[in-house]
Nanobody, 125 residues
């Protein structure tokens, strides 16, 4: 599986961006895709995840502002980010896992098998 993240950029606080994560190289589906982010000098944090059938999960810090969705025909997962804050500045990575994971562990980065290259989001104040 290859993942390609795109859509990052520079935006002012309160603005919006939509990230995309396109996957290729896998003919069967049924995998979970997650978004993680890493700010300079900080650990990689969970942002959101979506299962093949559409169940979604969010970090508390982005609930109500970010929306994850997927188009299984296009093999693409989106992260719509609204009401952006300077603290959302980070490199955003998409990742995929092929085995089922409980909702309690879906935010664990170590459980994801495939990672995209990251896209930088910068939110200015």
């Amino acid at each position: 599986v290859q993942l390609q993240a795109s859509g990052g950029g520079l935006v002012q606080a309160a603005g919006s961006l939509r990230l995309s994560c396109a996957s290729s190289g896998r003919t069967e589906s049924d995998f979970t895709v997650g978004w993680f982010r890493q700010a300079p000098g900080k650990e990689r944090d969970f942002v959101a995840a979506i299962r093949w059938r559409g169940s979604t999960y969010y970090a508390d810090s982005v609930k109500g502002r970010f929306t994850i969705s997927r188009d299984n025909v296009k093999n693409t997962v989106y992260l719509q980010m609204n009401s952006l804050k300077p603290e959302d500045t980070a490199v955003y990575y998409c990742a995929a896992r092929t085995l089922y994971v409980s909702s309690g562990r879906i935010s664990y980065a170590s459980g994801y098998d495939y990672w995209g290259q990251g896209t930088l989001v910068t939110v200015s104040s």
